[in-house]
């Protein structure tokens, strides 16, 4: 067999958002979040999910920025990153399907309403929608890397932490994770004392009544 020299890494992530939480409630599970990534530094990451941090209905297909948005405003998000071996070829089907999504990134949305279909173990979903387990899944499955046998519409994060042929890698608070750019933290730290220090300033300037 020839052997796999490329690897895959999976993010798994506890943002605490409202979403997050809801889900967490249904589900049980510590993890209900999950991106695809290109690196283990977590450079090259994508997903399913808000385009804006602090309003959750307007999602879709992103690459995510682990130093800004959702990640930076909830900074104390958890995590657990996972990696699968894959072969050359392998690795670049995967590439090809996301290229093809980041390229046609505006004809995708979020499949909001199956995460209900989950709930009631029943595939729900239109075309060219996706929550972010049913995206990854459907990554590896057109890849013919097919993990779960059942519809990627029924693939939760909580499957790929519990798949055998994942390697656990990392787990613990995202901004502790020994491979992330510490200075590029520290500057994300550095913005929001300087935001929240502007926005004293101007709450004291301004008039009281």
């Not at 510590?30 to 385009?51: C, M, T, W």
């Not at 994300?188 to 300033?201: G, I, M, Y």
Request: aromatic content about 14%.
């Amino acid at each position: 067999m020839k052997k796999k020299e490329k690897a895959i890494y999976i993010l798994l992530t506890d943002t605490g958002t409202l979403l997050n939480r809801i889900i967490k409630w249904f589900t049980h599970a510590p993890y209900n979040h999950v991106s695809i990534a290109f690196d283990e530094q977590l450079e090259e990451v994508y997903s399913f999910g808000r385009k804006q941090p602090r309003n959750p209905l307007i999602a879709g297909f992103v690459k995510e920025d682990v130093y800004s948005g959702t990640y930076r405003y909830f900074q104390n998000t958890r995590c657990l990153l996972l990696k699968i071996d894959v072969s050359d070829v392998e690795y670049e089907r995967i590439r090809q399907i996301i290229a093809y999504f980041n390229e046609h990134k505006e004809q995708f949305s979020y499949n909001l309403i199956g995460l209900i279909g989950v709930l009631f173990h029943y595939p729900i979903g239109k075309k060219n929608a996706y929550f972010c387990s049913q995206f990854v899944a459907e990554v590896f499955k057109k890849s013919r890397m097919p993990l779960w046998e059942r519809p990627s519409g029924l693939v939760t994060p909580h499957d790929f932490l519990l798949h055998h042929a994942f390697e656990i890698l990392y787990e613990g608070k995202l901004y502790d994770y020994p491979l992330l750019n510490q200075e590029r933290i520290n500057e994300t730290e550095d913005e929001d004392a300087l935001l929240l220090t502007a926005a004293s300033l101007i709450k004291k300037l301004l008039p009281l009544n």
